[in-house]
């Protein structure tokens, strides 16, 4: 299966977020149909009584700047946090030290054992932050971040971070970052720390068009998946099947998982808010066809895993109703779970009818999801998006497509 490619002119890419965030255009694709609208009025487009997901991760100042004491620049841009003995993103909140992995801009000036600090000032105490090279993973590295916390204050982590760091905006709009980064490359309703970028479908959002969507009844539910670098990587495998899938760590919870259970029995519409979202969705059914067919748990979600079972029978409502059953059994009511699905053409989607997300990069896992969902198509959308002025990636304008009855393999 070849990589999905096509001609993005760098005036197409939106460099800044517009004024109003809900003033972005929005292209309506469905029955094969394109029509033209304004994200203010995503509600007028959206079944009555259906469900948005949304995902409510929240960016963090992941890009950081040293400075050796030769005059050498190293910048580090933070991956995920290291806890191999538990959930990693509880790390954020330790109080004198932290392992990440992380990409090093200059990393042949960064020796291993090497330590460089940098100084900062919070509340008016000033105090060093030890940075530490300690091995390779993969093709990331190790860094141990470690401080001391000046009496009598305490700061965790993620408080120090945002004096330590900055907007890890896309490396695509080849600027730096912006003071209106820091605000609008973050949705409004960001709770979770964890993410290095945004899940960009929710950036349109603002209060005028969640009250549209109360006012129709459509019930918001806010979900959190946190976004990798690997959202960013293109796909340069001859074959897509050959690609390595970058894994992202999202939350469960009983309640929600109930909330799925109740929407799909009776058959009500799920909207993924991005392909964070329908990431979020789709590994969730098959975390429970794990749970159905081995009768335990599992802490990751293996695309070999989904290649092996792609052909078994199990309903969503099976799946759900597997997990809800196993997790009470276990005394069970959260969890963190790792996935490394990928989804592209001839994927058999199982819990989402429609897909609100913006204008991907070409070769992108992205573009591929988009291909999945509505079939050859996606062609048409893209062209049509060219053709009528419409802006790309994160900062650009957004789609709301509507799942065919048959997508095209």
Do not use: C
């Amino acid at each position: 299966m070849k990589v999905l490619d096509y001609n993005l002119p760098e005036n197409k890419i939106a460099k800044h977020p517009l004024k109003d965030r809900s003033s972005s255009k929005l292209l309506i694709y469905k029955n094969a149909k394109i029509e033209e609208s304004n994200f203010k009025n995503l509600a007028n487009f959206l079944p009555a009584n259906s469900h948005l997901f949304i995902n409510n991760t929240k960016v963090i100042q992941a890009r950081i700047a040293l400075q050796k004491s030769t005059g050498a620049k190293i910048e580090l841009l933070l991956l995920e946090p290291y806890n191999p003995s538990g959930n990693p993103y509880e790390t954020l909140h330790f109080s004198d030290s932290v392992l990440w992995k992380a990409m090093i801009g200059g990393a042949q000036k960064f020796k291993e054992g090497t330590i460089i600090s940098k100084q900062i000032e919070i509340d008016g105490r000033s105090f060093p932050v030890f940075f530490e090279r300690i091995q390779n993973i993969n093709d990331v590295f190790l860094i141990k971040i470690h401080w001391e916390n000046p009496n009598p204050e305490y700061y965790t982590f993620i408080d120090i971070l945002s004096y330590l760091g900055e907007t890890p905006i896309p490396p695509y709009l080849n600027r730096k970052e912006d003071k209106i980064d820091k605000l609008r490359y973050q949705t409004i309703f960001a709770k979770k720390e964890g993410s290095i970028a945004a899940p960009t479908s929710s950036l349109h959002y603002d209060e005028l068009v969640f009250n549209k969507l109360e006012e129709k009844g459509i019930q918001k539910h806010a979900l959190t998946l946190h976004v990798g670098a690997g959202t960013f990587l293109p796909i340069k495998t001859e074959r897509i099947e050959e690609h390595l899938m970058h894994s992202e760590w999202m939350e469960l919870n009983l309640d929600i998982l109930e909330q799925l259970l109740n929407i799909l029995k009776n058959d009500e519409k799920i909207i993924a808010s991005g392909t964070t979202m329908m990431r979020y969705l789709e590994s969730t059914y098959w975390y429970g066809v794990f749970i159905l067919k081995k009768k335990q748990d599992i802490d990751k979600i293996q695309q070999s895993f989904i290649d092996n079972n792609k052909l078994a029978e199990i309903s969503a409502i099976e799946s759900f109703e597997a997990i809800i059953e196993y997790w009470k059994e276990k005394n069970k009511n959260k969890k963190m779970l790792q996935t490394s699905i990928f989804i592209y053409p001839g994927y058999n989607f199982k819990i989402v009818d429609a897909l609100i997300t913006n204008f991907h990069q070409p070769k992108s896992t992205l573009l591929l999801l988009v291909s999945a969902f509505i079939g050859e198509n996606w062609k048409n959308v893209y062209d049509y998006a060219l053709n009528n002025n419409y802006r790309f990636l994160s900062y650009g304008d957004s789609s709301l497509l509507f799942k065919p009855t048959q997508v095209a393999e």
